[in-house]
Structure formats: C-alpha cells, structure tokens
C-alpha cells in the first residue's frame, strides 16, 4: 500500500479561497493517497471575507489558523514566515501547496524551501512585467522555488520556459478559479440576495494600492465612473480598505449606499454609483453573472468574466493575465479617465468584447493536479 503523503494547502486571501476549494476537495477523494491540511494565514482578516467563503465553497473550518492580520509587506509576510515554519516543523508535510501571488504564497514558499519540503505553485507563471506591483515579484520568487508548476495557460509556460524553468517542472493543468466558477454557478442563482434585472447594471471592484492609495487616481476614476453612472448604475462590493481611503479622501459624495429592501422583488436602481459591503462569493458570482460589464483592478475577476461572456474593463496598466484580452472579454483601460468613459458607452451601445473560453478551462484542472500528484509526489 502506497505511504498517504500528507499535503499542506495554503489559503490567505480572498481570490485563494476559490482556488483551494477544488483542489481540497479533489484530494479527499484518495484518502489512501494523501491526507489534505488546509492553513489559513488570515491575511484578509475581515470576517465575511474569510469563513463565509470557506462555507459557500463546502470547505470545513481550516485545520489550522495563523491569524496574522494586516500590516506592511515586509511585517505581513515575517509573521506568516514565523509561524507557518511552526507548522511545518510541526506537522512535517510531504508537499506544501500555494496558489495565486499575495503575501501567503510568498511566504509559505519561502519557509517550505527553506525546509527542502517540495514545493506546488497552483497558477505559476502569469507575469505583468511590472515589478512595481508586489504580486508580480511573489510570482517570481515562487515559481523559482517551486518543484510542481501548475499553470492556466501556454503564455504562462512560455514565461517560465524563457526564466530557466525545466520542462519536467511545468503542468498545464487549466485553471482552479473557473472549476469553482462551473461547479457553483447554478448554486449562486438561489444566493443572490440581491435581485436585479439582468443587464441593468454594471459592477466595479476596486482595490489594489496604486489605484486606491493615491488621492489623485482614486478621484480620476471615480470622476470617470460617475460620468458613465449617468447611464447605467454600478454596483460597488467595496474591500474595507477601499472603504477606508473614501472616507479618508473625502470621497463619499461620489457614491450612494446601497439598502437593500425587504421586498424579493427586482430593483430598480437610479443611475449613480452604490457602495456595498462585500459580498461572500456566491452572492458575488450572482451580481456579476447578471452584470451588463465589470470594471476591475482584480486579476480572477478577468478570467471569470471571461467565462461568464461579460465584457470587463481593467482599471491597469498591463495585466498578468493576456489570454482574458487575446482569447476572452477583457480590455485594458488604464485610468485614463477618457478611455475608461469611451470604453463603458461603447459596450453600452452593443460594442463590448466577444471572447471564446481559453484552452483547458474546462471544470477539471483540480482533477489533472491531483493526478499528477498522485504519479509524481
């Protein structure tokens, strides 16, 4: 009988969730081959963005909490360093596996090489060729570290073949955000406590630094959001840091707060821009499957829109994820006020993108992992 190897899954932040989730539950399915440990760091430490997703995506409490909580880059990452190594000391894993670019996945990777415990990377190498954004140099410190790349598409392979990676190494496997995409999208159709007519509004997320952190960009786009609310409202699932710059800039007359009514009937909203709270993740899958077009700084929601056939805007520069723009829905806009109204009154007009859905992103990349795992772990 083959020895069950036991594996540590590493979850931190809200988009690592989705990705666990098909993976988690793809290894339980072999309880002779491997034994799944699911950490979460607690890097998003607002509660509904944590265990609400942990409960929409049929995953039981994480075995173990760090608790780490907020703070600067470096600090962030020293604490899970810190105490993630206790784990691993601790429990002496066969594989630590990490998914996506935030500060967990650095960290984890780090500690587990350090350790010589061989090391998966769930989502290796998507590059922005922007080392100005802290993801992109987790990118590229996990990838050099890691045993088993795990990639979503051939641009991917492609960037890790030109850094030196050895082919051995690479596994295009398809992509675990839209396994969990697939699997709950009919199930978010009875979570959606918020009832629209479909088509009738669009949806922004809005949350890394360099659109929220400075004063000027944040005002340059909201004054381009406003412009394009005069024609459609925008639905705004706002990160609390998000919410903590509007209210530190001075910037609540751009948005209204949305109520929601007792009434199971559809709204009709007035054209402006609403403010929520977030949302847990089917209740979000609902809002944007409905969605006329998302506006977006996030990197999953281009491929989810890609998937659901609804045009996205991305609020950036570049994107570490091209194929959502040659192959999928998605277009880059920058903040360029003028760009980002012409943009969102040409999809309005009929004119948004009509993508096809990208090579292996089919529902089974978890499948494809845990086979490969299964013959080479």
Not at 53 to 72: A, C, K, N, Q, Y
Not at 95 to 121: E, F
Not at 155 to 177: H, P, Q, T, Y
Request: net charge positive; with cysteine.
């Amino acid at each position: 009988m083959s020895q069950i190897r036991k594996i540590i899954l590493v979850a931190g932040a809200r988009p690592n969730f989705m990705k666990v989730a098909p993976i988690w539950h793809e290894l339980r399915k072999y309880p002779e081959y491997f034994r799944p440990l699911l950490i979460h760091t607690g890097q998003h430490y607002y509660y509904i963005m944590s265990k609400a997703f942990f409960e929409d995506l049929g995953i039981t409490r994480p075995d173990i909490h760090l608790g780490v909580g907020s703070g600067t880059h470096a600090t962030q990452t020293a604490k899970i360093m810190l105490k993630f190594e206790k784990v691993c000391l601790k429990e002496k894993p066969d594989l630590v596996m990490v998914v996506g670019d935030v500060n967990s996945t650095l960290a984890c990777s780090v500690v587990a090489a350090k350790l010589l415990t061989p090391l998966a990377h769930v989502e290796a190498g998507l590059r922005s060729f922007d080392r100005s954004m802290p993801e992109e140099v987790n990118r590229i410190v996990t990838d050099s570290l890691s045993d088993f790349l795990f990639t979503t598409c051939e641009d991917a392979n492609e960037n890790l073949r030109r850094e030196g990676v050895s082919e051995e190494k690479i596994f295009f496997v398809g992509n675990v955000m839209i396994d969990s995409l697939l699997k709950f999208r009919v199930k978010a159709e009875t979570k959606g406590s918020i009832k629209m007519e479909e088509k009738s509004y669009a949806v922004l997320t809005l949350h890394r630094p360099s659109n929220v952190d400075s004063k000027e960009v944040f005002r340059n786009i909201l004054e381009a959001l406003t412009e394009v609310s005069n024609r459609i409202p925008i639905l705004f699932p706002a990160h609390p840091r998000t919410q903590e710059r509007i209210t530190s800039f001075g910037y609540e007359s751009f948005f209204s707060r949305f109520t929601k009514p007792n009434s199971n009937k559809s709204i009709s909203l007035r054209n402006s821009i609403f403010i929520l709270d977030p949302l847990p993740y089917l209740q979000f899958l609902n809002l944007m499957s409905n969605a006329k077009f998302v506006l977006t700084d996030s990197g999953g929601i281009q491929e989810e829109t890609t998937i659901l056939g609804i045009p996205c805007l991305t609020l950036r520069k570049n994107t570490e994820r091209p194929i959502t723009v040659t192959e999928g829905t998605n277009k880059v806009v920058g903040t360029d006020k003028e760009q980002i109204i012409t943009e969102s009154l040409n999809i309005l007009s009929g004119g948004g993108k009509i993508g096809r859905i990208p090579k292996l992103w089919d529902g089974k990349a978890a499948e494809r992992i845990v086979e490969i795992l299964k013959e080479n772990l």
